[in-house]
């Protein structure tokens, strides 16, 4: 049987190799972040130092889009949970004509490429006269977070039986009891990956804020200007290994969340 | 107890019984909140698109004209925008070519011979470059691509320094160094798409039956002729889902190639620049309509190859 035979070492050393390139990239990060070269990104770097982070921790520039990334992370975060939860709830209530209308539209942010949500958001501040501000960010956010709390909530309600929404029903529970005591708690462990995954993204998003901050900074817009106009280059990947660390955290715990579900989390960003 | 049924003890109750009555409102309370959001800040804003893309800008005064014209999509055609268009789609062909290639060994491994603890690493050790931070992800190849980088210092020291040398000082593709060149543009988009490429090809490949392998060995076809002749049609949707993927991220992107790069424009580097600097909205979005053009043709297409299963 073809399943049962070992893989070829060719096909097998491809592979591991192609993971291996998935991987090594990020590993030179972490290097350069202890680098005594400041001016160029020099290869062994010429002496490790630990200064980089006191540097960093003390770079008054860095703090203001630190908190407004993580203030439009959490914003977004929650309205797309809530957003995301009900149109996953409405989608697997029922079949109800334009029912896939919906379910293109929702992907649709995520499907075309950011500069298009970028710009079109871009377009409509302009027409409107809507000054950029905090909420303009959240705007463009939200809508791309949507779709990730939606995956991975409608693959759970999927999974939810019927019949113990009748049984609820049945002891006396109305509606709200039931999403209260019955749905919220099976649906937890697949809203907390959604949320993790929609906070990761948001917290690193840098296509779409560029055209919805104006002149605002977010930590990732902040990285962006210090790669075209390098200060102390350290310091940028100091900076790099915080955003890596808070989107790398939410994955890890979104998958141990759904592990071994059908559904595990992440499967379509 | 009052009798069979329950009392309405409030207006909970009272809102159920209402549920239980007219499923339809339930619905279409439950739909409203996301569908207003999607339908007024989505849908709105790509109208707005649209629309801004058939308005004109007065060339003396610099001002924005809101009438109706064809003139700023005519302009799309000047060499200078239709050369940048050309390069992107060209890039993005490219790019998701190479993907196709890379990810296969990646795919077929995962799906048909990875197991267990094997298959956790597999899965994860895809994920994670996935989600992990882009920026971050872009700014290691900055450090690595570099004259004075890795590349170079591992080139000198197998002795290929001349190879290095050679590949930079070919025309078109070459440049000062591999992170001013499209050699590096291109490494890198490869890198930054390709768990994107992996995860519908694995899909796809975890759903080849079993029992038809082995039908097609009972047959009598070699290895490589059950590869060609059964997986690799079977696997195909996954491999269209996603190429629209790698496609669609290379036509819109523009951090890469500003950071990576040699200084020739990429689609979404015009936009972003016309929309900033230089305050011809109308043109950005002329230029941002283009990616949704290419990628509703290509949608259209792989839709009848079938690929939308396998997504």
């Known amino acids: 049987m073809p399943s049962e035979r070992r893989a070829p070492l060719a096909l097998k050393l491809a592979a591991l190799g192609g993971l291996l390139f998935l991987h090594g990239p990020i590993l030179l990060i972490f290097l350069y972040a202890f680098t005594t070269e400041e001016r160029s990104y020099q290869f062994p770097p010429p002496g490790l130092t630990l200064k980089w982070f006191a540097v960093a921790w003390n770079r008054p520039d860095i703090w203001p889009p630190l908190i407004l990334s993580l203030k439009v992370a959490?914003?977004?975060?929650?309205l797309a949970l809530v957003l995301g939860t009900l149109c996953a709830a409405a989608m697997s209530r029922a079949r109800f004509f334009g029912r896939d209308s919906i379910s293109l539209l929702v992907i649709l942010p995520i499907a075309l490429p950011g500069i298009i949500t970028g710009m079109s958001l871009r377009s409509a501040f302009a027409m409107m006269d809507i000054p950029f501000s905090t909420w303009t960010i959240v705007l463009g956010h939200a809508t791309f977070c949507i779709v990730i709390v939606y995956n991975?909530?409608?693959?759970?309600?999927?999974r939810l039986s019927g019949s113990i929404l009748e049984a609820s029903a049945d002891l006396g529970a109305n509606g709200f009891q039931t999403f209260r005591h019955v749905i919220l708690p099976n649906l937890?462990?697949?809203?907390?990956?959604?949320?993790m995954l929609a906070f990761a993204l948001s917290f690193d998003e840098v296509i779409v804020t560029t055209f919805t901050a104006g002149q605002q900074s977010t930590l990732p817009i902040w990285m962006l200007n210090e790669l075209v106009r390098p200060r102390q280059r350290p310091v940028t990947n100091v900076v790099a290994i915080v955003v890596f660390a808070a989107t790398v955290v939410p994955i890890l715990i979104a998958y141990v969340l759904t592990r071994g579900g059908s559904e595990t989390a992440g499967a379509g960003k | 107890m009052s009798g069979a049924f329950h009392p309405a003890r409030g207006?909970?109750?009272r809102l159920t019984g209402l549920f239980w009555r007219r499923p339809g409102v339930l619905l279409a309370l439950l739909i409203a909140p996301p569908l207003i959001w999607l339908g007024v800040v989505y849908l709105g804003s790509l109208v707005a698109l649209l629309w801004q893309s058939f308005w004109s800008i007065d060339e003396f005064s610099g001002l924005i004209v809101p009438e109706f014209t064809l003139k700023t999509y005519a302009e799309l055609l000047r060499p200078a925008n239709f050369d940048v268009i050309v390069r992107t789609v060209t890039m993005a062909s490219v790019v998701t070519a190479a993907s196709v290639v890379l990810a296969f060994?990646?795919?077929?491994?995962?799906?048909?011979?990875?197991?267990?603890?094997?298959k956790a690493v597999f899965y994860l050790g895809v994920m994670l470059p996935l989600w992990s931070s882009y920026l971050v992800k872009v700014y290691a190849w900055k450090l690595i691509l570099a004259r004075e980088g890795i590349v170079t210092w591992a080139a000198e020291g197998i002795g290929a320094g001349n190879v290095l040398n050679a590949v930079l000082s070919l025309p078109v593709i070459g440049g000062n160094s591999l992170s001013t060149s499209y050699i590096g543009t291109f490494i890198v988009f490869v890198y930054v798409w390709l768990p994107f490429m992996i995860l519908p090809m694995q899909a796809s490949l975890e759903r080849v039956p079993n029992a038809m392998l082995e039908a097609s060995s009972d047959l009598g076809a070699t290895s490589w002729?059950?590869?060609?002749?059964?997986?690799?049609?079977?696997?195909?949707?996954?491999?269209?889902a996603g190429t629209i993927f790698t496609f669609s991220l290379t036509l819109g992107d523009y951090i890469i190639p500003?950071?990576?790069?040699?200084?020739?424009?990429?689609?979404?580097?015009?936009?972003y620049m016309l929309q900033g600097t230089a305050g011809n909205l109308p043109l950005a979005a002329a230029f941002a309509v283009i990616p949704i053009v290419v990628m509703l043709a290509y949608l259209v297409f792989a839709r009848r190859i079938g690929a939308f299963d396998a997504l």
Do not use: K
């Open chain 1, 74 to 78: 959490a914003i977004s975060t929650a």
């Open chain 1, 152 to 158: 991975n909530a409608v693959a759970r309600f999927r």
């Open chain 1, 188 to 195: 937890g462990s697949a809203l907390l990956a959604g949320g």
């Open chain 2, 11 to 13: 207006p909970g109750d």
């Open chain 2, 105 to 118: 060994p990646i795919a077929y491994y995962a799906a048909r011979y990875a197991r267990g603890r094997m």
């Open chain 2, 225 to 240: 002729q059950t590869f060609v002749h059964v997986i690799l049609p079977l696997a195909l949707p996954g491999i269209i």
């Open chain 2, 258 to 271: 500003q950071i990576v790069g040699s200084s020739r424009l990429f689609i979404g580097q015009a936009v």
